[in-house]
């Protein structure tokens, strides 16, 4: 799923003419392009959609909206590691670095791991 997910920004910069912001999403980091809103400042929230800010968001309507997503594992499913949750959902155990002919994920080694 694809969602866009209100976060805190903490930190700006700018970058080689683009500005980024490091924001907060209830504990996962990252950085999102600034560019459909230059205006905006390290504390305000906003909405981001695949690695755009979007949309101005007050701060309790940002936490409300977290805390749902959380409580429904959005947060989980849009910033998790898709291998591990694909592989709950199918039931299967957590996939692990040393599984035998496989990948930390469970999946075929590739040509050049098994040449290694």
Request: aromatic share 6%.
């Amino acid at each position: 799923m694809c969602l866009a997910v209100p976060g805190k920004v903490l930190e700006i910069e700018d970058r080689e003419g683009t500005r980024m912001a490091v924001v907060d999403f209830g504990g996962v980091v990252k950085e999102v392009c600034l560019e459909y809103l230059p205006d905006l400042q390290v504390g305000e929230y906003t909405i981001v959609h695949v690695g755009f800010a979007l949309q101005r968001l007050d701060e309790e309507s940002a936490r409300q909206t977290l805390a749902l997503f959380e409580g429904l594992g959005l947060l989980e499913e849009e910033f998790g590691d898709q291998w591990a949750i694909a592989a709950k959902a199918a039931g299967a155990e957590q996939p692990t670095d040393d599984a035998p002919g496989g990948d930390a994920h469970g999946g075929p080694q590739r040509d050049e791991e098994a040449r290694a």
